[in-house]
């Protein structure tokens, strides 16, 4: 009689202890991800890619309109300078991120996103990166200044066209001003051949790999052929035009309610769990899989196959 009494409770337990496995399940994994890092193979790992963004960032004059930047009450040449090195530390800072910068990156839109194509990291594509400099409001009237600090805006990222903040530190009338900036980010891209409509299947001979502007424009370029052969077009390119992401039809790899294996990556490790998906899995998009009780952000790449990087 006591042990029936007992019984319901066990079960009770079981069931908690079931729950708080599988929630613990994502910790765990967090946890050695972290450890990973912290080894020596992460660290050298995150060194090699810092010595591969090492490319030449140069400053493009006459485009822009920098002239008119002799309303500032500083040499044009320094402002040049201040940008040209912020641009260089931020190319560098994108390019170089660790595994869960990069992932970051990606999911924002931000930077370069693409950590490696063919098992070949991406930054030996990028030949370099040219810096474009726009001009001050000529209607300006600024007092002098003893020292300018060059910044980023809060959300903006010196990727394509963007702008750069100058501030007066120190001097008898602070201020503060936006000069526009343009960074081009020159590389290995897939270009069209020829001219292609809207609803085409792209093929082998449609397609070549050119020096692009990858940060021409917001949708991250393809960087390789077999990226898009195959694919269906949702927006015409023009002949010797940068493909893009959004020109390709997104792939769908599951659909709601499907069973998906789950890899969750990190730094010299993966393993695999499964979940199930509570929203379709699009390519390029983030897929809300339940695994257990929590809840994660995977990325499709394949069919019923999501990645979540640590």
Same mark, same amino acid.
């Given at each position: ?58 400053? %493009? *004059?006459?485009?822009?309109? $920098?002239?008119?930047?002799? +309303?500032?009450?500083? &040499?044009? !040449?320094?402002? #040049? =300078? ?100 343009? %960074? *081009?980010?020159?590389?290995? $891209?897939?270009?069209?051949? +020829?001219?292609?409509? &809207?609803? !085409?299947?792209? #093929? =082998? ?106």
């Amino acid at each position: 009689m006591k042990a029936a009494i007992r019984l319901p409770h066990l079960l009770a337990d079981r069931a908690a202890l079931r729950r708080a496995a599988e929630r613990l399940w994502f910790t765990v994994l967090a946890v050695a991800a972290v450890m990973m890092l912290a080894t020596s193979g992460g660290l050298a790992q995150a060194a090699a890619l810092a010595n591969d963004t090492a490319v030449p960032v140069a400053l %493009v *004059r006459g485009e822009e309109g $920098g002239a008119s930047l002799n +309303v500032l009450p500083i &040499p044009v !040449a320094q402002v #040049e =300078a201040q940008v040209l090195e912020i641009t260089r530390l931020h190319t560098q800072r994108a390019l170089a991120g660790s595994v869960a910068d990069a992932a970051a990156e990606a999911a924002s839109d931000v930077g370069a996103p693409w950590t490696e194509v063919a098992g070949e990291p991406v930054t030996r594509r990028i030949q370099r990166v040219e810096v474009a400099l726009g001009g001050a409001d000529p209607r300006l009237k600024l007092a002098p200044c003893e020292k300018v600090q060059t910044y980023v805006p809060e959300g903006s990222r010196l990727w394509g066209k963007s702008r750069v903040g100058l501030r007066c530190e120190q001097g008898a009338v602070r201020w503060n001003v936006f000069v526009p900036v343009t %960074v *081009r980010v020159w590389g290995r $891209g897939v270009i069209a051949v +020829v001219p292609l409509r &809207p609803g !085409a299947r792209l #093929e =082998a001979a449609d397609l070549r790999v050119a020096e692009v502007d990858l940060a021409a424009e917001s949708s991250n370029p393809v960087l390789d052929p077999d990226e898009a052969i195959g694919r269906v077009l949702i927006r015409g390119v023009q002949g010797g035009q940068s493909l893009r992401q959004s020109h390709l039809k997104p792939r769908r790899y599951f659909a709601a309610g499907d069973a998906v294996q789950i890899q969750i990556q990190g730094s010299g490790f993966a393993v695999s769990g499964e979940g199930v998906a509570l929203t379709p899995g699009d390519e390029g998009q983030c897929a809300r899989i339940r695994s257990g009780a929590r809840v994660v952000c995977g990325r499709p790449v394949g069919d019923r196959q999501a990645v979540l990087m640590l």
